[in-house]
């Protein structure tokens, strides 16, 4: 459990807040630059409690800017994005990827007042398929040297969703190994597709064991392998600072996958998903998965058809990537799947985390909590996140992987070791990410 104080502490994300200050020291992944098209419709977006817009110009530089003109406060959304900047419907004044006014149609043809007047905007970079914002001043440190983001993209899938909660109960329902057998498992005989839950299923009481690291917490889960008393299973996911988690491979297709838990908000969350091979290009099968998102596909199962919920409010921010599961329909829930065929009943894994997430409200009140031993990763979050932002606040001192950008260079990994070989030194070469292959073992 956690205090009411240390509840709120490592929850609120608006500004001024402390995480919300912390966070705003690192890039923020905020939006698919496919979302974007050259002189496209601008992109309504929220990231950490302030709303913006988000355009791509004429010349394919990406503007990410307040929501509102300068003049008179008209929402740019309904801008003329043309000729390098949007244009502003109300009077016409227009303004560039940096939020510069560059034209005043409605000002005498002498006037110099444009070169006066601004809005509000950030700066944003592409990379790996995805936009990042710095909202942390005027001089940014590197982009994250994330693996995922680097390697070719036919190697890469990401996807994004917006799920109804904070966004640390999001990203706590990632670390947290023991639930996959469980809520993710079936109880008709049948293998589960995605989830790596061959020994998980075999062993469904792992041992948690947690390490300190400059970026954040390596959270090993072991478990025993069925027929070999010699090994034990070990899956070993990362947290990263600020809000990033790594899963690793999966029995069937092995990818490293992984989440950015962007917060839109206090009670929204952008998960983020990327899954990759650090060496060769995905199998069509797992793209086609991954896109589709059938019964067990990943985010991008969420949406409708069409992309957007109908159902949804337009203004919304993210409205393109809102699931059609919510608490407004159950997630889905199929009582009679329940009863016959899948543990939960609910339509795919991310129905289900985002089930159990969202429905225990906006932000859970954690001091009503009970942690057992396989909670000691979330503890352990909890714990070094706090101590971060304690550095932050107390003695001024700005997170090392905010000024760092190769800390991110980590693998998840999921392998068998001999029993007597811990998994600190075991699995050490394997988590970083060095170009050479992953490690993963697939049960037999
Ligand atoms: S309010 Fe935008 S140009 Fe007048
Ligand atoms: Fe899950």
């Known amino acids: 459990m956690l205090s009411a104080e240390d509840n709120e502490l490592l929850t609120r994300v608006g500004p001024g807040t402390p995480l919300g200050s912390f966070m705003r020291q690192y890039w923020i992944p905020a939006v698919g630059s496919g979302d974007l098209e050259l002189d496209g419709v601008p992109y309504r977006i929220r990231l950490l409690g302030e709303d913006l817009l988000a355009f791509r110009d004429t010349d394919g530089r990406v503007g990410v800017v307040e929501p509102f003109c300068a003049h008179r406060r008209a929402p740019l959304y309904f801008g003329r994005n043309e000729e390098c900047g949007l244009r502003c419907v109300y009077h016409g004044w227009k303004f560039d990827v940096t939020g510069q006014c560059v034209d005043m149609p409605n ?107 400059d970026y954040g917490v390596a959270i090993a889960a072991r478990r025993n392998v069925d027929g070999d008393d010699t090994s034990y299973y070990w899956r070993v996911q990362q947290y990263l600072f600020p809000f990033y988690t790594m899963v690793p491979p999966g029995s069937r297709y092995p990818t490293i996958g992984g989440h950015a838990w962007v917060p839109i908000d206090d009670n929204e969350t952008l998960a983020v998903c990327f899954s990759y091979h650090p060496a060769t290009p995905l199998a069509e099968k797992v793209l086609t998965i991954f896109r589709d998102g059938t019964r067990d596909g990943r985010e991008s199962g969420h949406l409708t058809s069409a992309g957007a919920s109908p159902e949804r409010d337009p203004r919304l921010p993210y409205n393109a990537h809102r699931s059609r599961y919510s ?15 899948h543990f939960s009943g609910l339509p795919g894994p991310w129905p289900q985390d985002a089930a159990c997430q969202v ?73 970083k990410a060095d170009g050479q292959d992953f490690a993963y073992t697939v049960p037999s």
């Not at 444009?114 to 995805?130: D, Q």
């Not at 608490?327 to 065929?341: H, K, L, M, Y």
Request: hydrophobic share 35%; aromatic share 8%.
């Open 107 to 213: 000002e005498p043809a002498d006037s110099t007042f444009k070169s006066k007047v601004s809005i509000g905007s950030y700066p944003a970079r592409e990379r790996g398929g995805v936009v990042w914002v710095y909202m942390g001043g005027a001089t940014p440190p590197e982009l994250p040297d994330f693996e995922w983001a680097s390697v070719d993209a036919a190697q890469c899938h990401v996807s994004f969703r917006v799920q109804e909660c904070n966004w640390l109960q999001a990203l706590e329902g990632e670390i947290d190994s023991s639930h996959g057998p469980f809520l993710h498992s079936r109880i008709d005989g049948r293998s589960s597709t995605v989830m790596s839950l061959a020994y998980s299923m075999t062993d469904r009481r792992p041992r948690f064991e947690v390490l300190d690291t």
């Open 359 to 431: 429905g225990m409200g906006p932000i859970v009140d954690r001091t009503q909590e009970r942690l057992g031993s396989t909670d000691a990763g979330i503890v352990r979050v909890r714990r070094s996140l706090k101590r971060a932002l304690t550095k932050m606040t107390k003695e001024g001192l700005a997170p090392a992987s905010a000024v760092d950008p190769s800390l991110f260079r980590v693998r998840s990994v999921g392998m068998t070791l001999p029993r007597e070989v811990g998994w600190v030194e075991g699995t050490a070469p394997h988590r």
């Open 327 to 341: 608490v407004t329909n159950d997630f889905g829930i199929d009582w009679e799947d329940q009863r016959t065929t």
